[in-house]
């Protein structure tokens, strides 16, 4: 199934951290590629299969070279990152820098020149192995926050490039951008494209403040202007939001299929038929609101909103970013929290929360979906969250309530969920509440609005928007200027 080749010129290249693919190693060193889970795969693996196209990026282990292989129709083109820069640039400037800064300080951002130095080495990496798989004018699409150096990189070694760059995290107040000592730089690499997509419409004025705040660049509108003394053009760069999706067909119909709805009622019976099933699922991360979550369940428990045997809590958390401090303190206070709740509350064979550190294949998570009756997505700041999305999806039951925090960028969309403030422990404690409680009627309601949305608004709807408007801005950026020779003799033709 896995060519090895060197791949031809590609008019289409998706640049991001992570292939679409893990790899693995055995023993005796054989090599093998599994899917990898991530809402960014998810969303791109679709449109890249049916259009064609390379992807560069990092197979999710240290010191690998690894040759370019064709998968599924996609020429995958693996970037090598040694050890220390899996610690640096990966686990220490992306998710222990940017992370945290881009997601209102939650915890604190920690800066390190190192860190910084090690990240811009990658950066340049990248940048290096997409400049030589675009063919001649191809779009390269680069992806989030740790290669927001490669857009300026990429245009200096290749001006004849389309280049997108869409942020899958929140974009903070300047405010709080303004504390990176290397803001400036960061800004100048993102203007190396010509369209730069954000989730919400908060986040692209969020970075045209801070481009205007830290850079000499003219802002008018959505478009930065940049102009150079010497060269002939001048560029104009688009920052304008394109909320992300999934593929809500594919797996509206996953979630249909009779072994789905089945191995929902599976679930159900494995948990002891509680009359309220509650859901959370998340990538075990800080934003996410888990422990706030179980802590207003906690309390409904304690005091009785939620009589006994009335409801359980399953709390899927994936592992993630293991080796980074804060994940590891995140880990064991969550651990801490479900152990006290159900010693507290739990009977013999029947815990009250189902806490879960795993991942799932997507036929399990949509049984679950399928299974339960309030979804929580209580995250503290989210760029978008593509759990709530795919919770819409997988009822076209119409039943099942999602709470939904007002700071997940879904929330801008979402409108007919029951959204909640995570902070507010007694506000979150009362929707949960009228959740558990909500009349079938408006269930119906709500859930029909969601999908409305959901299943119009996916993926490709996404995908195209973005590319299309990158086809229209880079085209722009290209044309020759009035006077200038090309101009002339295109006239004279
Ligand atoms: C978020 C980020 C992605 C990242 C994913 C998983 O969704 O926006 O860029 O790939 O989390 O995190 P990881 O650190 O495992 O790649």
């Not at 050890?83 to 990966?90: C, H, Q």
């Not at 915890?107 to 390190?112: F, Q, T, W």
């Amino acid at each position: 199934m896995h060519d090895s080749q060197e791949g031809p010129a590609q008019e289409f290249v998706v640049v991001a951290n992570r292939l679409p693919v893990d790899v693995s190693v055995d023993e005796d060193g054989t090599i093998s590629w599994i899917r990898a889970p991530g809402g960014l795969v998810t969303a791109l693996a679709p449109m890249m299969r049916s259009g064609g196209g390379a992807w560069v990026g990092w197979s999710g282990s240290a010191d690998l070279e690894l040759d370019p292989f064709t998968d599924d129709g996609i020429a995958m083109t693996p970037v090598p990152l040694s050890a220390a820069e899996i610690e640096e640039f990966y686990e220490g400037f992306s998710n222990a820098t940017l992370w945290p800064l881009y997601h209102d300080v939650i915890v604190d951002p920690e800066y390190h020149r190192e860190w910084w130095s090690v990240y811009r080495t990658v950066n340049e990496r990248f940048a290096a192995a997409a400049a030589a798989v675009a063919a001649p004018g191809a779009t390269v699409w680069v992806q989030d926050y740790q290669l927001q150096l490669v857009p300026a990189l990429l245009r200096s070694a290749r001006p004849d490039l389309h280049i997108g760059f869409f942020l899958h995290i929140p974009f903070p107040p300047m405010e709080l951008f303004g504390q990176l000592p290397w803001r400036h730089q960061v800004l100048e690499g993102l203007l190396g494209s010509d369209l730069i997509g954000f989730q919400r419409s908060g986040d692209a004025a969020n970075f045209l403040r801070s481009v205007r705040r830290f850079t000499a660049h003219p802002v008018r509108g959505q478009n930065v202007s940049i102009t150079t003394p010497f060269a002939n053009p001048g560029r104009t760069i688009r920052a304008g939001a394109f909320p992300i999706s999934l593929d809500s067909k594919a797996f509206n119909q996953l979630a249909n299929r009779p072994e789905t709805i089945e191995r929902a009622r599976q679930i159900r019976r494995d948990l002891g038929d509680p009359q309220v099933l509650l859901l959370g699922v998340d990538r075990l991360d800080y934003t996410k609101g888990i422990r706030h979550r179980i802590k207003a369940f906690g309390e409904m428990l304690a005091e009785g909103a939620i009589g006994n045997g009335e409801a359980v809590l399953v709390q899927v958390a994936s592992p993630s970013r293991e080796q980074v401090a804060e994940y590891v303190q995140l880990r064991s206070e969550v651990e801490e929290m479900v152990g006290r709740i159900n010693g507290d509350h739990a009977e013999i064979g029947r815990p009250v929360i189902h806490y879960l550190h795993h991942s799932y294949p997507a036929e399990e998570m949509a049984a679950m979906f399928r299974a339960a009756d309030v979804v929580l997505v209580t995250a503290l700041r989210d760029g978008m969250n593509l759990v709530a999305k795919e919770y819409v999806a997988a009822r076209s039951d119409l039943d099942g309530v999602l709470v939904l925090s007002e700071f997940a960028g879904a929330a801008d969309e979402l409108t007919s969920a029951l959204q909640v403030n995570p902070h507010d422990i007694e506000g979150m404690k009362t929707t949960i509440l009228s959740a558990m409680r909500m009349p079938r009627e408006q269930r119906r309601r709500r859930m029909r609005a969601l999908r409305r949305r959901v299943l119009t608004n996916d993926v490709a709807h996404w995908a195209r928007s973005f590319l299309t408007a990158l086809a229209h801005q880079g085209g722009l950026n290209q044309a020759p200027l009035p006077g200038s020779r090309t101009d002339v003799e295109a006239r004279d033709d």
